[in-house]
């Protein structure tokens, strides 16, 4: 009989990758004492981004800094960046500032980090903050990467820059768009999903790709949107499939 295929490093960072975004945080801490003390797998630095991700996500953030500093290496961009998102959405402000002074310091060279800083900062009301990240951003030269989403319909794939206003049905994306404002109490450019929904059959899916990770407002508007005219919508972004119906996320809104 052949000897049992084990788990490796690789295999463990999945794992914890895929509780982590979906929020199993009893079933994460399990699996990566298992790695350490059954299969004595050194963690790197992935699988602690992956711990304190799922740590941070879930608001425990306490928790999440005490793995950083019990950590056998040192902290990188990666790991304070999981622990900055998580006090960003709860508000653990005290913990969070420690978190984006280590970000500075190791000087990342990605805007959006910068961009996540400056914007924990406002939230913190730390507006001196704030202003010397964007005075960093602007000396830095970095540009962000324009936003498009991608939309077949027809036959044919239409793409759409943030606030895009070149589109030959503008006029007719812009009044789907107010139609469904009247509906929701909050809803931004979504010029993908409008055209779609405009251009396809009633009751037909809508597929869109996205060249960023979807954010947070476009996420709870397209939950609103699915609900309000009755149609699934699949979003593909750089991260995952989310596929959204009946005002529901198959994410469960961890992403």
Not at 25 to 54: N, Q, S
Not at 203 to 223: F, I, P, Q
Request: hydrophobic share 45%; charged share 25%; proline share 3%.
């Amino acid at each position: 009989m052949k000897d049992a295929i084990e788990p490796d490093d690789a295999t463990f960072a999945a794992l914890l990758s895929a509780l982590s975004h979906s929020g199993l945080v009893d079933e994460g801490r399990f699996w990566f004492d298992t790695m350490v003390e059954k299969y004595k797998i050194r963690p790197t630095e992935k699988h602690y981004a992956c711990v304190v991700d799922l740590l941070a996500r879930a608001g425990l953030v306490e928790e999440a800094r005490d793995v950083i500093e019990g950590m056998e290496i040192e902290p990188t961009v990666a790991i304070w960046v999981a622990l900055l998102s998580g006090c960003l959405n709860h508000k653990k402000f005290s913990i969070g500032e420690t978190a984006a002074n280590k970000i500075l310091g190791l000087k990342p060279n990605s805007l959006g980090i910068y961009v996540l800083v400056s914007n924990f900062f406002a939230a913190a009301k730390k507006w001196e903050n704030v202003a010397q990240v964007r005075k960093t951003m602007k000396a830095t030269g970095m540009r962000k990467t324009p936003g498009h989403s991608v939309v077949e319909a027809n036959g044919r794939l239409h793409a759409f820059l943030t606030e895009d206003g070149s589109h030959p049905q503008r006029e007719e994306i812009a009044w789907t768009l107010r139609k469904l404002e009247d509906e929701m109490a909050s809803l931004g450019e979504r010029l993908a999903i409008a055209f779609a929904l405009l251009n396809t059959a009633p009751g037909s899916k809508v597929m869109v790709a996205k060249n960023l990770r979807v954010c947070g407002d476009c996420h709870e508007a397209t939950k609103f949107i699915s609900m309000i005219v009755k149609r699934e919508i699949i979003v593909r972004d750089v991260k995952r499939f989310h596929h959204f119906k009946d005002g529901v996320c198959s994410c469960g809104d961890y992403w």
